[in-house]
């Protein structure tokens, strides 16, 4: 499935998207952020696209211009997410390049999937998380209208070997409908 906003695409992740998965996601400031290790090379960025984000409702954001990706958004059903376990309940994650902050695109993004899960998947809840500090993440899903749920102390973050706190939000179907209206 493609999905397609003013600026951008939302499409499948491709083997061919590893030299610029590599450049955003070897940034320090960008996977540790959500919970994973900056990448070390483009074989590595190669092995992720393959083992981790070819799935579905995993999305490479790109902009139109390029279709080049520069973030990735998802929604995560089931044994992926430990938010909730309702078959009618999922849990959103997204990511985006640093040279790409600020400029409204997770958003725009967010917006399009948000509305492709509660019109297409009939979900009816859409959870949505954040670790302690980081405040881009908090102020993205305060914009899309989530509302604050619960803290957690000590959230096991394994690919980097650490606990945190983390922030969990969410938003109903009916709230983000009047949002929208």
Known sequence: MV???DRLILRQWELTDAEDL???AKDPDVG????WPAHKDVQESKRIIENVLRIDETYAVCLKE????IGSISLKFGDKTD?????????MGFWLGKKFWGKGI???AARE??????????????WCAYYDGNEKSKRAQEKLGFKYQWTTEDVDVPLLHETRKGHVNCITRKEWEETVL
């Open 3 to 5: 999905l397609e906003t």
């Open 83 to 91: 938010l909730t376990d309702k078959e009618d309940e999922c849990e």
């Open 113 to 126: 999937l948000m509305r492709h899960a509660f019109e297409d998947l009939d979900i009816k809840k859409l």
């Open 22 to 24: 590599y450049e955003h």
């Open 106 to 108: 997770m958003p725009e």
């Open 32 to 35: 540790p952020a959500a919970g």
């Open 66 to 69: 390029d279709n080049k990706a």
